[in-house]
T-cell receptor
């Protein structure tokens, strides 16, 4: 049983395309994280959110707590956005305070 | 400000040995978490420390242990290594529990 499901698993886009990556989860959460991992392993935390919407540059993350769903949008995609994007959730203290991760979405942006 | 530093970056061990990995968090950060990443299982949570106390632990056997020192530096130890322990081990620090995390570059462990 996967507590966090991401889609799509792989995504190829042309430069400047608008990209959406989806994340659904089945547990109660205290926060949801979007992570970016480049080849070589380094991980960068893009967003941490528990409600609503956050924006940073060309990246937008939204979450719908009732539907247990989050989306990561990339506007005007660029080849440097090519990376694996991972959705992760943290459960509250009263349910074990655990982290669960999606399997990641591998994004390739072609010039 | 220096980032999260993990040492060593690469490590080769043989089955049955034990290994200790080190993580130095960003200055001022008091929470340190450890994760294991493998091609088959993806990212998995190992444990989280705050102010020298383990707050929570993932679903890993007792061979995996860790600790945090008073300066917030953390170590994790894996005893009686198995082939399946070959993985990238990532450490992340945050100012406080439930705050945004900053990841180190990881330690890549190969067990032969």
């Amino acid at each position: 049983k996967n507590e966090v499901e991401q889609s799509p698993q792989n995504l190829t886009a042309q430069e400047e395309e608008f990209i959406t990556i989806n994340c659904s989860y089945s547990v109660g959460i205290s926060a949801l994280h979007w992570l970016q991992q480049h080849p070589g392993g380094g991980i960068v935390s893009l967003f941490m959110l528990s409600s609503g919407k956050k924006k940073h540059g060309r990246l937008i993350a939204t979450i719908n707590i009732q539907e247990k769903h989050s989306s990561l949008h990339i506007t005007a995609s660029h080849p440097r956005d090519s990376a694996v994007y991972i959705c992760a959730v943290r459960t509250p203290d009263n349910t074990g305070n655990q982290f669960y991760f999606g399997t990641g979405t591998s994004l390739t942006v072609i010039p | 400000k220096a980032g999260v530093t993990q040492t060593p970056r690469y490590l080769i061990k043989t089955r049955g040995q034990q290994v200790t990995l080190s993580c130095s968090p960003i200055s001022g950060h008091r929470s340190v978490s450890w994760y294991q990443q493998t091609p088959g299982q993806g990212l998995q949570f190992l444990f989280e420390y705050f102010s020298e106390t383990q707050r929570n632990k993932g679903n890993f056997p007792g061979r995996f242990s860790g600790r945090q020192f008073s300066n917030s530096r953390s170590e994790m130890n894996v005893s009686t290594l198995e082939l399946g322990d070959s993985a990238l081990y990532l450490c992340a620090s945050s100012l406080w529990v439930s705050r945004p995390q900053y990841f180190g570059a990881g330690t890549r462990l190969s067990v032969l």
